[in-house]
């Protein structure tokens, strides 16, 4: 009978327990987990990337999933295959010149998702390895070393790329979700805004034969046809040191915002902004070395997110010499900035950030004020064939006054195909500055315009309150004063049909601007 060792164990890490703990370290989810193995593929060359994830047995009502990474990149020998299965055994460790940088990423990502991962890897199509590791072997102490990798053919049938390298998670037990459908489309997403940069250059990822699409959280580029978000201001450029104590090592980092087009899209459904990424999507995208890393509320100082910060997005870009300035994780999915850095970029990025949002605010409360004038607009449409047509010449009316409106409300700008389904007359919200009259009225493409002035005591002791009102009755109060206004604007644009009339009416309004002014001003 042999005799129990009373030693006590004294190793660096007990496997047994160190190989269930990995499982819980660092990973989001199932998606953060998959880009590692794309980085392993991008990194080796690869221009295709192939996921599957599928049912292999059916057990009960949901079935065992098995997810594969198949890629076209150079492959690996024996040994190298056996190093890259080891925690921080990679060949490139500390090498900033690609994605990866410790060697954590093939088993550390497998393992937090499956029992076991399997990896083939060629070099030439007649000369296929495989090697494993097994959470249950590892465990029960049967397994103690990364097994020798042996010769093998694929599981995939005719191999078509002549090197590459096909890591195959089985028993997964850990996968976010359990539905197939479910997965694929929260994969797609995710590694479509991670590996923009690399889908935009040419690198070709597909989940269950179907391509994913480049998704940009700046929505600069999107598909054909589709609106885009503009530039807010030019790119900040940044050099930054590596280390807070100084030294020679610098890197470059670039901030970039966008603006959303409001006016195009604030009508959208809550499920169309949700489709979009509008609703809840504020954030600043951290970029390192073209692959996203983080998303998140960074270097925003003391400026709290809003809902009106939907309608903005951020990127700041990062070279890889500055992963201990940005607090990079291993598992490149987090950063935790130094202090140095934050303060380095926090008062710009905040700055702008206040900026846009003031911005927005402002335009929500211009469409706001539009939109509330709606039901007068199409009262006013409705009625319109019963009156005399306006002149041509009102067209020439207030010319500088339309070509403001059409800058400051591009909800004006009338598309052609549109026409049909837009009411003639709108109502708008303008300061008419140099002016103290409490209305003026202009034609914008067609469309009659009544533009009501904020600055005049009218606006801001009747109107506004009627306007800003839930009440059913004040709702109708707002619209019949707005049909007395547009009623009085397009008398004065049909009556005005020379130099003489044209200069009284203006006197006439002016005067009634100012009396009216002096009534209500306390």
Same mark, same amino acid.
């Given at each position: ?15 047994? &327990? ?30 295709? +990337? ?8 059916? $057990? ?57 991962? !399997?990896?083939? $890897? ?29 010769? $093998? ?8 790329? &002549?090197? #590459? ?26 590694? #479509? ?32 046809? %589709? ?19 100084? #030294?020679? &090592? !610098?890197?470059? +980092? ?66 890889? +010499? ?15 900035? %130094?202090?140095?850095? $934050? ?20 335009? @929500? ?19 319109? @064939? ?9 067209? %020439? ?46 034609? +914008?493409? #067609? ?61 006439? &309004? ?13």
């Amino acid at each position: 009978m042999g005799t129990r060792s009373t030693q006590p164990d004294s190793s660096i890490i007990a496997l047994d &327990k160190f190989i269930l703990a990995t499982r819980d370290s660092g990973y989001k989810g199932t998606a953060s987990a998959i880009s590692e193995l794309v980085d392993n593929a991008i990194q080796a060359g690869a221009r295709h +990337v192939l996921i599957a994830v599928r049912v292999v047995q059916e $057990t009960g009502s949901e079935g065992e999933l098995e997810v594969s990474v198949l890629d076209d990149g150079v492959g690996m020998d024996p040994f190298t295959l056996r190093q890259a299965l080891r925690f921080g055994g990679s060949s490139r460790f500390d090498d900033r010149s690609g994605l990866g940088r410790y060697g954590m990423g093939l088993p550390n990502s497998s393992l937090s998702q499956a029992r076991r991962v !399997t990896v083939y $890897t060629w070099q030439s199509p007649d000369d296929v390895y495989t090697s494993y590791l097994d959470v249950d072997e590892i465990a029960s102490g049967d397994m103690d070393e990364v097994p020798t990798p042996r010769r $093998t053919v694929l599981p995939i049938g005719e191999c078509k790329s &002549k090197s #590459g390298t096909l890591v195959v998670w089985s028993r997964c037990d850990r996968l976010e979700n359990r539905r197939v459908s479910t997965i694929v489309r929260k994969l797609a997403d995710a590694l #479509g805004q991670t590996f923009r940069f690399f889908l935009w250059n040419g690198t070709k990822v597909l989940i269950n034969e179907q391509p994913v699409k480049a998704l940009d959280p700046l929505f600069l580029r999107q598909e054909p046809g %589709q609106t885009t978000a503009e530039l807010f201001g030019e790119p900040i450029e940044y050099e930054v040191r590596a280390a807070p104590e100084g #030294g020679r &090592k !610098t890197g470059r +980092v670039r901030v970039t915002f966008t603006e959303l087009p409001l006016h195009e899209w604030h009508n959208l459904s809550n499920d169309e902004k949700r489709e979009l990424r509008i609703s809840k999507g504020a954030g600043v995208s951290i970029v390192r070395a073209g692959r996203e890393v983080d998303y998140g509320w960074f270097f925003m100082g003391n400026k709290r997110r809003e809902n009106y910060d939907d309608w903005f997005r951020c990127q700041v870009e990062f070279d890889a +010499v500055l992963d201990e300035a940005f607090g990079i994780t291993h598992t490149k999915q987090q950063i935790h900035p %130094q202090q140095f850095l $934050t303060d380095a970029l926090s008062p710009d990025i905040e700055a702008t950030a206040h900026a846009l949002n003031a911005r927005i605010r402002k335009s @929500h409360a211009a469409i706001a004020a539009s939109d509330r004038s709606v039901d007068s607009e199409q009262v006013a449409t409705k009625r319109d @064939h019963l009156l005399r047509p306006l002149p041509a010449r009102a067209e %020439q009316a207030g010319a500088d006054l339309a070509v403001a409106l059409r800058r400051k409300h591009p909800a004006l700008r009338q598309r052609k195909e549109e026409e049909a389904k837009m009411s003639r007359y709108k109502f708008v919200e303008h300061d008419l500055k140099g002016s103290t009259d409490f209305f003026a009225y202009t034609v +914008v493409d #067609g469309r009659f315009v009544v533009v009501l002035n904020p600055s005049h005591p009218f606006f801001k002791k009747m109107y506004r309150p009627l306007a800003d009102s839930d009440q059913p009755r004040d709702k109708a109060l707002r619209s019949q004063l707005e049909l007395v206004l547009m009623a009085a604007s397009r008398a004065a644009a049909v009556l005005g049909t020379g130099k003489a009339l044209d200069e009284f009416l203006a006197r006439f &309004k002016k005067e009634w601007s100012d009396t009216l002014a002096a009534f209500l001003n306390d």
